[in-house]
C-alpha cells in the first residue's frame, strides 16, 4: 500500500462505508460530480461496491486515502480506475481523487495524485493517465496542473450532456522523486 508523508492510502474496511458515505452525502464535495445531487447511503454503497469489483476486474483502482497519524480514518479516495463512464477517452486509466472537505486546502489530493502516478508509471508499466474534470472545478484543475498533467481534448458526458475536460500525462513527462515510506 502506497504511503506518503502524510497519507496511507489503503484498501477499503467495512468501517469506511459510514464516512465514505457522509462524504458522498455532502453538496460541496460532490459539486461537479453527479450533476451536483449528493449520493444517498444506499447510492454510496453502491459506489463502493463497485470500487472493489474494479480492484478485482483489473488488480488497480481507488485506495481509501487516510491520514498516515490515524489510518482508521477515511479521508476519501484516491487512485486509478477506468473511466468506463465516458467511452470516448477508452481505452484509458483515470486517476481520481475525492476527498472530504476537511481534508481540503491542505495539498492532500496532490499528494495522493503523485502516489498513484508513481504506482501507474512504476508497477502498472501505463504510459499515459488522464483526469476527467468539470471546467468549473477549479480546485481539482489545480491539483491536476501541479501534477504537470495538460489539458486535452473535451468530451460530452453521455449521460448528463455536460462538458468534461481531459487532462493527460505520460509516463516520459513525469518525473518524481520517491516519497518516504
Known amino acids: 500500500m502506497p504511503t506518503t508523508e502524510r497519507l496511507l492510502l489503503r484498501s477499503w474496511r467495512p468501517s469506511d462505508r459510514a464516512p465514505f458515505a457522509r462524504l458522498n452525502a455532502d453538496p460541496d464535495v460532490l459539486r461537479f460530480i453527479n450533476e451536483g445531487v449528493p449520493l444517498t447511503r444506499a447510492d454510496s454503497d453502491a459506489l463502493l461496491d463497485a470500487i472493489e469489483a474494479h480492484w478485482h476486474e483489473h488488480g488497480f483502482g481507488l485506495w481509501c486515502a487516510t491520514a498516515r497519524e490515524d489510518p482508521d480514518e477515511c479521508l476519501g479516495f484516491v487512485g486509478l480506475a477506468v473511466p468506463s463512464f465516458l467511452p470516448a477517452v477508452l481505452p484509458a486509466v483515470e486517476l ?51 501534477l504537470g498533467m495538460r489539458r486535452g481534448a473535451d468530451h460530452v458526458h453521455p449521460r448528463t450532456r455536460r462538458r468534461l475536460s481531459a487532462y493527460e500525462i505520460f509516463s516520459h513527462d513525469a518525473a518524481f522523486s520517491p516519497e518516504p515510506s
Open 96 to 146: 481520481g481523487w475525492r476527498l472530504a472537505r476537511p481534508a481540503w486546502g491542505r495539498g492532500l489530493a496532490t499528494e495522493g495524485a503523485r502516489a498513484s502516478l508513481r504506482h501507474a508509471f512504476g508497477d502498472l508499466g501505463l504510459q499515459s493517465v488522464i483526469s476527467i474534470i468539470d471546467p468549473d472545478n477549479e480546485r481539482s484543475i489545480r491539483v491536476a496542473q501541479k
